[in-house]
């Protein structure tokens, strides 16, 4: 964990930060809703609706990252920017090795592995989830539109960028505070 | 390197240590065992609870900076009491020559 106190809350207990990640894609999914919702009352042209439904992920993108960006330590997208060689992290060329200032200790990269492992499976599941939705939608109507298709895929989208940290804010126990320490990480 | 879970104990995985009493005798903050090992300070609140396994090489790591063996740290099985062992039931009023 990046902060045990934010906005004034403590991060520090799990039940807190569950409520956050709760409050956070509940707001998501209503954006989402309100949005499909919009678009049945006045349909839009498919590039429009592609052009609003790109807003939608800028915007959310904006939310997690703040809400969640902010208190996750090296687990964000794209690349820790407090390091002092952050491209080394996407090198093809070689293993990275977690030895620089500001690198995570082997805790932090068991959490930040377990994380996406679990994102990867929920995206996974959701993917498969997808086909049976769109086969049955095309059956029904003989076409499945590309607004419709859109809104589907674009949840993966979301969850590629925020459920990491979302999974390590759910899943992480109470981080352990004594008096007197920080409420940053160094 | 595992996070232990409320199953370790039944699956025998639970690994007990002493980082805390060590610590505390040595007047260390977390802070400052933290920035000696060079791992995070949360890191060592999760050692000291449990909630966290080392890996052998932090294990040994942690070991070297109290000058201690592995195994005075680290246990498989809870340890008894330092008051206790030092002045086992029996022993008390003298040590044998």
Same mark, same amino acid.
């Given at each position: 964990m990046q902060r045990t106190k934010y906005l004034g809350i403590?991060?520090? +207990?799990?039940?807190?930060?569950?409520?956050?990640?709760?409050?956070?894609?509940?707001f998501l999914a209503a954006i989402l809703v309100s949005a499909g919702l919009l678009h049945k009352r006045n349909p839009l042209p498919g590039r429009n609706f592609l052009g609003v439904n790109l807003v939608f992920g800028?915007?959310?993108?904006?939310?997690?990252?703040?809400?969640?960006?902010? /208190?996750?330590?090296q687990a964000t997208?794209? /690349?820790?920017? =407090?390091n002092p060689d952050p491209w080394k992290y996407i090198s093809i060329k070689k293993p990275v090795r977690y030895t620089g200032p500001g =690198?995570?200790?082997?805790? +932090?990269l068991a959490v930040r592995n377990r994380a996406y492992y679990l994102a990867f499976r929920i995206m996974a599941i959701y993917s498969l989830a997808l086909w049976p939705?769109?086969?049955?939608?095309?059956?029904?109507?003989h076409a499945v539109s590309v607004n419709l298709a859109a809104t589907l895929v674009f949840p993966l989208i979301v969850m590629a960028l925020t459920l990491p940290q979302a999974v390590v804010l759910w899943t992480e126990a109470d981080v352990p505070v +004594?008096?007197?320490e920080p409420a940053v990480a160094r | 390197m595992n996070y232990s879970s409320k199953n370790d104990a039944r699956n025998g995985d639970e690994l007990y240590n002493r980082i805390t009493v060590l610590r505390a005798e040595r007047g260390l903050s977390r802070q400052a065992l933290a920035d000696a090992l060079g791992i995070n300070y949360?890191?060592?609140?999760?050692?000291e609870r449990g909630d966290y396994n080392p890996s052998l090489e932090l294990a040994f790591r942690i070991s070297e900076f109290f000058h201690l063996p592995v195994e005075a740290i680290f246990s498989r099985t809870p340890f008894k009491p330092l008051s206790e062992q030092v002045y086992g039931s029996g022993e008390r009023g003298g040590t044998k020559e």
């Open positions: 403590s991060m520090a +207990e799990r039940s807190h930060r569950r409520a956050l990640v709760a409050c956070v894609y509940i800028i915007v959310y993108c904006g939310i997690s990252r703040v809400a969640f960006g902010a /208190l996750v330590r997208f794209p /690349l820790p920017v =407090d =690198d995570p200790d082997e805790r +932090e939705v769109l086969l049955i939608m095309e059956m029904n109507t +004594e008096n007197g | 949360q890191t060592v609140g999760y050692l």
